[in-house]
């Protein structure tokens, strides 16, 4: 019996996959061609001056004076002239922020 109940459960469901696969309608598949372009298509070439990657590296500022400033007069002139030192002295900040500008010009 049970044998029974399982051949009709396959007859059943093939059935139903049957009558299923006989409703899908099929896709129409509508291929456009593109019109044809009336304009002709010009080639330009355009030459760019593109500019090459410096191989300078920036100097390194001198550190910011300190928040809190010596209350003596000479201790805060040797202070202000050591700061200064650092900045304009012959080979410090100024002269390698200027080889750094000679060697890569800003550009705009």
């Given at each position: 019996?049970?044998?029974?109940h399982?051949i009709?459960?396959l007859?059943?469901?093939?059935?139903?996959l049957?009558?299923?696969?006989?409703?899908t309608?099929?896709p129409?598949?509508?291929l456009?061609?593109p019109?044809?372009?009336?304009?002709?298509?010009?080639?330009?070439v355009?030459i760019?001056?593109?500019?090459?990657p410096?191989r300078?590296?920036?100097?390194?500022r001198p550190?910011p004076?300190?928040?809190n400033?010596?209350?003596h007069?000479v201790?805060?002139a040797?202070?202000l002239?050591?700061?200064?030192?650092?900045?304009?002295?012959?080979?410090k900040?100024?002269?390698?922020a200027?080889?750094?500008?000679?060697?890569?010009?800003?550009?705009?």
């Open positions: 019996m049970q044998r029974s399982g009709f459960a007859l059943a469901l093939a059935a139903l049957a009558g299923c696969a006989a409703r309608p099929e129409e598949i509508v456009e061609q019109e044809p372009a009336e304009t002709a298509i010009a080639e330009t355009e760019r001056e593109v500019p090459r410096c300078a590296t920036q100097p390194r550190e004076l300190p928040d400033l010596p209350s007069p201790a805060l040797a202070l002239g050591a700061k200064l030192a650092e900045y304009s002295a012959p080979g900040y100024a002269d390698q200027e080889a750094y500008f000679r060697a890569c010009p800003p550009t705009r």
